[in-house]
């Protein structure tokens, strides 16, 4: 593993220069990004998808880290009126099971989607579909949530 991520850093210091706004922001964006590739390596289904997988990783690094700097990731208080609707915890515990019983092809495009917040690229990279593949699985998966919770 330190052997693959030695070999692949400069690879990914090169990309993580290209995406990011700036000097300092490239070099956090590749430490993160080694940290996740070493913690989340068994996520991934084959080898010839490493790069890809990786430049994601980088690519969604750089965001957060600009999102960050321009005070996009900021909590708000409490009180706030985005806060004001609280779904009760009955709602909660219904979307979970919503979530859970979806099909396979379904629940992993909502998670990635909806939880993880992968890109729709990001997302038909990882499952090795076409973009409109992903798009059509996330409506069609909102359907049967939607559904599930009307029931």
């Not at 890109?119 to 973009?131: F, K, M, P, Q, V």
Request: glycine share 4%; with cysteine.
């Amino acid at each position: 593993m330190e052997r693959l991520l030695a070999i692949s850093q400069p690879d990914i210091r090169r990309y993580a220069r290209s995406q990011c706004t700036g000097g300092t922001d490239a070099d956090d964006a590749v430490q993160e990004t080694l940290w996740l590739v070493y913690q989340r390596i068994g996520a991934l289904r084959t080898v010839t998808s490493f790069s890809a997988w990786v430049f994601s990783i980088v690519r969604r690094e750089c965001n957060r880290l600009w999102r960050q700097m321009n005070g996009r990731t900021e909590l708000l208080a409490d009180d706030h009126p985005a806060f004001v609707y609280r779904p009760e915890p009955e709602l909660r515990e219904d979307l979970i099971a919503a979530i859970h019983s979806l099909p396979d092809r379904y629940r992993e495009v909502v998670v990635l989607r909806d939880i993880r917040e992968f890109s729709i690229g990001e997302i038909a990279i990882e499952l090795r579909l076409s973009r409109e593949a992903v798009k059509s699985r996330i409506h069609r998966a909102r359907l049967i949530i939607r559904e599930y919770l009307e029931d």
